[in-house]
């Protein structure tokens, strides 16, 4: 079983993996910060980083550490360090002070291998440290995610295995907590057993299997696929607080089957959003694609964006392996209909405003996965009573609430 899921690893890497394009290097100023942050729902802390250009920058030992995991520097002369949850520390002595107030870097693009999934991310060297954006260590997790879940469907779809290539994948998310001005920075689970047992079962979709009445997962070919009912374009401004997705098939029946809402009632989702695997629903990307299939057509699922991070969604969507797709880069392009992505989010855009000149002002727009832990809501769950909800924002403000990386639209 080893080496079927080393070679199973391989490939999936293989297609998903982000390959590494060094640019040019640049020397920076890093001035050196403290940033309220706490780790697993503890106390708040302040731990010391460099600030670059508004953009704070963190030993990746301080992050692991506190999350009990183990980093490595890559051996291969490559920038980087290597993530490794299913390990502890080797060294859980307390890291130096910082005390150089600021300093002259070389901010590079390096490598964060997350559970073995190479992600690429600007990174610097600084007295024998590594020091990446905390951000990056939740794109590196998602990413990686993303591509267990993914071999995950293909051991439990090629029937010659008996359990997953590991038991659970271990995960980081980060938030923001407005009301406390803190991150938060979460340590998630998920059952890769139980996920593997529903998708043998019949009871998780994938992108390209459909099941039929028999039970049994069996493969749909192009003239099999039934084109979804697609929603109408909008003739006016939806309202705010308005839901317009139609994600529960039945809405007195809950979104999942325990409190602990780990286990989506998966049979209770709309084919729009239930294609992806379970352990997706409640992400924002699970919502931003299903919500893409229901208002544009079945077809758009077929676009190859399962175990790619959703900051590469742009740059797929410009490549010729998304044939129905598009990446757009320009801000202004923002048109209704589309898939917006700043670094680590993504969210649907359904209407906008514009002025006399065609310039965007208002944006409507739709979301899940968002502000959760502000509200005392789980992370990564769906909410049929908070999520896909409309907002309405400036286009500035909208534009500006995290780096901004492109749209991905229909064409």
Known sequence: MKKLTTMLMT??????????????TEYKTATLHDAKVRFKD????????????????????????????????????????????????????EAEKLTQQTAKVKVEKGELIYDGSVSEAECFLLNGRYYFKL????DASKYAKEGTLELVNIEAKAGIVTE????????????????????????????????????????????????????KMESASETEKEISAVQAPLTFAPKEGEILATILIDEDKAAYLDEAMTKPNTENYTTAYSYLDAGMIGQCTWYARGRMVETVGDHIRLNP???SGVNNWVKKAQRDDCPDVDGVTDPYAIQ?????TWDG?????????????????????????????TTDRVPGAYYPDFDATVKVWDFDKFINRDAFIGYVVAK
């Open 135 to 138: 951000a990056d260590f939740a």
């Open 42 to 93: 503890g106390e708040i802390q302040s731990i010391q980083c460099y600030n670059i250009d508004g953009y704070n920058f963190v030993r990746a030992r301080d992050i692991t550490n506190e999350l009990d995991v183990a980093v490595y520097a890559i051996q291969n002369g490559t920038a980087g360090v290597m993530v490794d949850p299913h390990n502890k520390p080797t060294s859980t002595t």
């Open 164 to 215: 997953p290539f590991m038991p659970a994948f271990y995960g980081i998310e980060i938030g923001w907590d407005e009301a406390e001005k803190v991150i938060d920075v979460t340590y998630t689970e998920i059952d890769l057993q139980a996920m593997f047992n529903d998708i043998r079962s019949g009871k998780v979709l994938t992108a390209d299997m459909e099941v039929k009445d028999s039970g």
């Open 345 to 373: 989010h993504a969210a649907f855009v359904e209407w906008v405003d514009y002025d006399n000149e065609g310039k965007p002002v208002t944006v409507y727009f739709t979301e899940a996965n968002a502000n959760h832990r």
């Open 11 to 24: 490939g999936v890497l293989a297609v998903g993996g982000t390959a590494t394009a060094f640019a040019d």
């Open 305 to 307: 964006f399962p175990g």
């Open 336 to 340: 209704p209909r589309c898939i917006v």
